[in-house]
């Protein structure tokens, strides 16, 4: 069954920090998402992302938060100066149905812990 | 703006026992609802969806869930618990007025399986 591949599975980082997470779609799908969870906390959406643009972007998606597509694979999420809040684990996100019906298929997570 | 409240935080039950998982949204038009699980340090499984037509709508692993428009409540249920089920558990709720509309989700219910 297609999957959605998350790289790295943890990070650790020091504060102020660059990270970027990866993220593979599966390979039909045109819609991407970023997620995250604190620890102990509900799932919050971030961003969705389709033909090379931001769709949507939550509160917590500020100037520190951009994503990319750079290639036809993957789907990055990059943080240009990490916070201690920051740490969390990120899902990637995506779905590929243009009508609308858009189940989710998640990616494993990659948990970024911030020092 | 869509929310969902989950009332029970953490639930635990006998193995074998009835088990049902409370999900209340608030959106002011029909949703779209879904049922993820998410087991210890995995990503978001779907277990069901709801969209439109009958109301009980089956999913994986023996679960399902019923739609009651008048309460605004998704309930999950399974007849016969497994220790495997033990896991976080999450209702989350769709707009889906595009097709790279977001889901919400609400806070989780852990549930705890006792042998």
């Known amino acids: 069954e297609p999957e959605v591949t998350q790289t790295p599975s943890h990070q650790v980082t020091q504060m102020g920090q660059e990270v970027i997470l990866r993220c593979v779609p599966i390979?039909?799908?045109?819609?991407f998402y970023w997620y995250r969870q604190i620890l102990g906390q509900k799932v919050e959406f971030l961003v969705s992302f389709y033909n090379n643009e931001i769709s949507e972007k939550s509160e917590i998606f500020d100037d520190q938060f951009s994503v990319e597509r750079p290639d036809g694979s993957n789907f990055t999420l990059k943080i240009r100066s990490t916070k201690l809040e920051d740490s969390a684990m990120y899902f990637c996100?995506?779905?590929?149905?243009?009508?609308?019906?858009?189940?989710?298929?998640f990616g494993a997570g990659s948990r970024l812990t911030v020092l | 703006a869509q929310s969902v409240t989950q009332p029970d935080i953490h639930i635990t039950v006998s193995e074998g026992a009835s088990l049902e998982l409370r999900c209340n949204y608030s959106y002011g038009a029909t949703p779209y609802l879904f049922w993820y699980v998410q087991s210890p340090g995995q990503g978001l499984q779907l277990l069901l969806k709801y969209f439109s037509g009958d109301t009980l709508v089956q999913g994986i692993k023996g679960f399902e869930a019923e739609f009651k428009r008048s309460q605004s409540s998704f309930n999950l249920r399974k007849p016969s618990v497994h220790w495997s089920d033990a896991a976080e558990y999450f209702c989350?709720?769709?707009?889906?007025?595009?097709?790279?509309?977001?889901?919400?989700f609400g806070p989780g219910t852990s549930l705890s399986v006792i042998p």
């Open positions: 996100a995506s779905h590929g149905d243009p009508t609308g019906a858009n189940v989710l298929t």
């Open positions: 390979s039909n799908h045109l819609y």
């Open positions: 989350a709720v769709g707009r889906l007025w595009t097709s790279y509309d977001k889901v919400i």
